[in-house]
């Protein structure tokens, strides 16, 4: 029988150490999609409804990622898939992740959940996070909840899970209590309206890292933000802020005279293929979305 906090603590320390090796800090939100092919493991995406995730071990690994799967859903198990890499697990299939597994079923599991969870979500990256938007974690609302999820890249109910099971920052009526809220409510009250479509929230604070969306997606910006290129559009306000909708595949920029700029990269949704060639425009795009 396994020790758990020995688990923990072990799948936690090596993620960082992972993060030092890449030259990532341990402050910021990372895209680890760059940071698996930075580290020499391809990443592909397949049309597979049963799939979730599979590392191939080899001279050349490999990620396989479920094209039908929402963003965040799909970071965690880019990030769960370098930790079987990490442990030297061997080639693995995962069928369903969501950062809520029962560490008795499979220790080699729960281990790469736990590396996931650090990964995207160092304790230290994450109470900067809150730090710099003057939110106290304990006393968090849904609408910030879903803002700092977005942030990093992950799912409403994994950053919950996180807070309160993988750091200790939320107790377990706050966390339960958040987690009757669903992501979509929680973006309602977030925007002050409700819509179908999903919406990534980007303020100020955002940095380190490019707001990556798929087509459809909604960036709700701050009013004075503006942006270059052809992948988003603007759309209309909520809010006290802007809405634009990305459009088509592509790379451009958005920005602020507050000093605020971040590139934006746009892939398709339900793209299938090489994950470094997600952001290339459509064959039939009048022209590449930014240089």
Same mark, same amino acid.
């Given at each position: 029988? !396994?020790?758990?906090?020995?688990?923990?603590?072990?799948?936690?320390?090596?993620?960082? =150490?992972?993060?030092? +090796?890449?030259?990532?800090?341990?402050?910021?939100?990372?895209?680890?999609?760059?940071?698996?092919?930075?580290?020499?493991?391809?990443?592909?995406?397949?049309?597979?409804?049963?799939?979730?995730?599979? !590392?191939?071990?080899?001279?050349?690994?490999?990620?396989?990622?479920?094209?039908?799967?929402?963003?965040?859903?799909?970071?965690?198990?880019?990030?769960?898939?370098?930790?079987?890499?990490?442990?030297?697990?061997?080639?693995?299939?995962?069928?369903?992740?969501?950062?809520?597994?029962?560490?008795?079923?499979?220790?080699?599991?729960?281990?790469?959940?736990?590396?996931?969870?650090?990964?995207?979500?160092?304790?230290? +990256?994450?109470?900067?996070?809150?730090?710099?938007?003057?939110?106290?974690?304990?006393?968090?609302?849904?609408?910030?909840?879903? +803002?700092?999820?977005? !942030?990093?890249?992950?799912? !409403?109910?994994?950053?919950?899970?996180?807070?309160?099971?993988?750091?200790?920052?939320?107790?377990?009526?706050?966390?339960?209590?958040?987690?009757?809220?669903?992501?979509?409510?929680?973006?309602?009250?977030?925007?002050?309206?409700?819509?179908?479509?999903?919406?990534?929230?980007?303020?100020?604070?955002?940095?380190?890292?490019?707001?990556?969306?798929?087509?459809?997606?909604?960036?709700?910006?701050?009013?004075?933000?503006?942006?270059?290129?052809?992948?988003?559009?603007?759309?209309?306000?909520?809010?006290?802020?802007?809405?634009?909708?990305?459009? =088509?595949?592509?790379?451009?920029?958005?920005?602020?005279?507050?000093?605020?700029?971040?590139?934006?990269?746009?892939?398709? =949704?339900?793209?299938?293929?090489?994950?470094?060639?997600?952001?290339?425009?459509?064959?039939?795009?009048?022209?590449?979305?930014?240089?």
């Amino acid at each position: 029988m !396994y020790r758990r906090k020995e688990v923990v603590k072990q799948a936690f320390g090596e993620a960082l =150490r992972m993060r030092r +090796a890449a030259g990532l800090d341990l402050l910021s939100p990372i895209s680890v999609l760059d940071l698996a092919e930075c580290l020499g493991v391809e990443v592909r995406f397949i049309n597979v409804p049963s799939l979730e995730g599979m !590392y191939v071990a080899g001279v050349q690994p490999n990620i396989i990622l479920s094209s039908l799967r929402p963003p965040g859903r799909t970071a965690f198990t880019c990030a769960h898939e370098l930790g079987h890499h990490n442990n030297g697990d061997g080639t693995t299939v995962d069928e369903l992740l969501d950062g809520q597994r029962d560490e008795k079923v499979d220790v080699k599991e729960f281990k790469a959940d736990c590396f996931a969870g650090a990964l995207l979500m160092p304790k230290m +990256a994450i109470q900067r996070a809150f730090t710099l938007r003057g939110w106290p974690i304990d006393g968090t609302a849904p609408d910030q909840i879903y +803002a700092i999820s977005q !942030y990093f890249g992950v799912g !409403y109910s994994t950053l919950v899970h996180h807070l309160h099971r993988g750091l200790g920052l939320l107790n377990k009526p706050r966390a339960t209590a958040l987690l009757k809220v669903s992501p979509r409510q929680a973006q309602a009250m977030l925007l002050g309206l409700d819509v179908r479509d999903p919406v990534v929230p980007v303020d100020h604070c955002w940095t380190h890292r490019p707001i990556d969306v798929e087509t459809g997606t909604l960036v709700f910006a701050p009013e004075t933000v503006t942006a270059e290129g052809n992948c988003v559009e603007l759309v209309g306000a909520a809010n006290g802020g802007s809405l634009w909708r990305a459009t =088509r595949p592509g790379i451009g920029k958005m920005e602020s005279r507050a000093g605020f700029s971040a590139f934006i990269r746009v892939s398709k =949704r339900g793209f299938v293929g090489r994950s470094v060639f997600r952001h290339l425009p459509d064959d039939d795009a009048e022209e590449p979305c930014g240089h």
